[in-house]
């Protein structure tokens, strides 16, 4: 590009003329980025290769209309990019000095003519030597480390004016620098909230204006803050369903058992068979009938698919119980014989004792024998107690 002096309403007339492949001969630099060469966000998180020449309409979510890159904003080769400028609009320190000296003496000549820029306001103009179309230029509120209601509110407006400048001249791709946190103090981990929000907001607002917004960083704290919280505000949808459906496979019951479950079914059939053949083989001992009977029921309930005993093993359950002898009945013999020998005492204590003392000890002792053995009778057999009544 000649370095004559030149008018900046003539050359921006020209320049909004040229087709893409004729601007690309008027940059000053020709180690540009063009979009193609960086992936939308969802892209990044989910690492697959960069889409190749090839720029995203519209549609999509959310989280393919944004990007985050780190580098010189000035490469960019986008519709727009968005100058953290100050109130005179004529150039300064940090990015606002990088891109005037880009885009050559014709961006400074326009920024004179349009009179400065309120504090959260944004003015437009062509962007002469840069790969960027269009200029869009902001005033970042001052913070200094010190954040209220006007300043987060002045730099939310930034990103909403400039968004509103790229809708009303039919532009779709624009990068953000990180605004106001460099000499003008603005915290940089509240800025980053407030960017991503409002431009989020924006995008779900207009998902038919824009295709991207790429947030562009220099410093590495910044590129560590902003991909942080994209994380959050901008999840990959698509990848959140696909770790998710092997749980919905296994909830449907469309994946085989496991061989540990195969065996603990397997052994509880096992359980069952020998219970109920020792259900046959034990018909006359009453306890363990009674425990098989109800180990029978619990299984009846938990597998629900069992039939019930057949009136055969009942019957022989029956006769079975009928055959022994019921143990209440014993219980019943010994307590007679008990109080019938403490009725005998009794009555030997009311008898007079006019018995002399070798003859009532004698007796005494015939006694106790007899019942002793009365009931060493009565609790080793109920039926010899039964044959002495």
């Given at each position: 590009m000649s370095k004559k002096k030149?008018?900046?309403k003539t050359e921006r007339e020209r320049l909004l003329r040229l087709d893409r492949?004729?601007?690309r001969k008027e940059y000053r630099r020709h180690d540009f980025i063009s979009l193609d060469k960086i992936p939308p966000w969802r892209q990044e998180v989910k690492g697959n290769e960069k889409a190749e020449g090839k720029e995203r309409t519209g549609s999509g979510t959310t989280s393919d209309k944004v990007s985050l890159y780190k580098g010189d904003i000035t490469v960019l080769e986008v519709d727009a990019i968005v100058n953290a400028a100050n109130s005179t609009l004529?150039?300064?320190?940090?990015v606002d000095g990088c891109i005037h000296k880009a885009a050559g003496s014709c961006l400074y000549d326009e920024c004179h003519s349009l009179n400065g820029c309120d504090t959260g306001k944004a003015k437009i103009?062509?962007?002469?030597?840069?790969?960027?179309k269009y200029v869009i230029h902001t005033v970042g509120p001052v913070a200094r480390d010190h954040v209220g209601p006007t300043e987060?509110?002045?730099?939310?407006s930034c990103y909403e004016n400039s968004l509103k400048l790229l809708l009303e001249h039919g532009?779709?791709?624009v990068a953000f620098p990180c605004i106001s946190t460099g000499i003008y103090g603005f915290p940089n981990e509240p800025a980053a909230d407030i960017a991503l929000n409002t431009v989020k907001t924006?995008?779900?607002e207009n998902p038919d204006k824009i295709t991207r917004v790429i947030f562009c960083v220099f410093l590495e704290n910044d590129f560590t803050i902003y991909k942080k919280k994209m994380a959050v505000l901008f999840p990959d949808n698509d990848t959140e369903l696909k770790e998710g459906q092997p749980t919905e496979v296994c909830v449907a019951g469309n994946t085989p058992p496991s061989k540990k479950s195969k065996s603990r079914d397997q052994s509880q059939e096992r359980n069952r068979d020998e219970e109920d053949a020792g259900d046959e083989e034990d018909a006359d001992d009453d306890a363990a009938a009674c425990g098989d009977v109800e180990m029978m029921s619990q299984n009846q309930d938990e597998d629900g698919d069992q039939d019930e005993p057949d009136d055969d093993a009942k019957e022989k359950d029956e006769a079975a119980s009928q055959d022994k002898p019921d143990p209440r009945a014993e219980e019943k013999d010994v307590?007679?014989?008990?109080n019938n020998r403490d009725k005998d005492e009794e009555k030997d204590e009311e008898q007079p004792t006019t018995i002399p003392e070798e003859e009532d000890a004698g007796k005494c002792t015939v006694d106790m024998e007899d019942n002793s053995e009365v009931v060493e009778s009565s609790a080793s057999n109920g039926e010899a107690v039964e044959k002495k009544e």
């Open positions: 030149k008018d900046w492949d004729e601007r004529l150039g300064g320190g940090g103009t062509c962007g002469y030597d840069l790969p960027a987060t509110g002045d730099l939310s532009l779709s791709t924006w995008i779900e307590s007679v014989a008990v």
